[in-house]
């Protein structure tokens, strides 16, 4: 979970709902009326099916969501960032900085074409991403080992 998410999950059962509603609603509906809107408008580009469904307002809609999810995404990190600095290193490092400075570096990589090697990340990601989940849920679930410090 994100930092910013991971307060609201107080029990295992508040993850499970939170993971259902948002893969029922976040993928599947919103993924239907998507696929159903390209069928309707004959097209597979985003822009014209906003723009042929709901007009220059729609499209208005769709690039300030993007901004507002690409702001998100950079957020949460910067506060993973910072909370590694707290935790590891006892050091306090300004939330404002460290997230100019992924923002600036983020921009660059793109500018370099970073985009061109994200298949093999993602890749990378599907095969050393699992185990750690796997890992974490028996932790969390079966062994609890971490209560004992409590």
Known sequence: MTPDLSR????????VKQSIVGI????YLIGLIGVLLAHAAQSSDVITIVM???GILGTIVLITATIKINDF?????????VN???SLFGKQVNRTVVTIVIGIVGTLLSIMGILGQFQGFLSLLGIALPPVGGILVAEYFLVKRYKKGF
Do not use: H, Q
Request: hydrophobic share 45%.
């Open 24 to 27: 029922a609603l976040g993928e």
């Open 73 to 81: 995404n950079l957020y949460a990190p910067s506060l993973a960032i």
């Open 52 to 54: 042929g469904t709901s």
């Open 84 to 86: 590694i600095f707290d």
């Open 8 to 15: 609201y999950n107080k029990s295992a059962a508040d993850v």
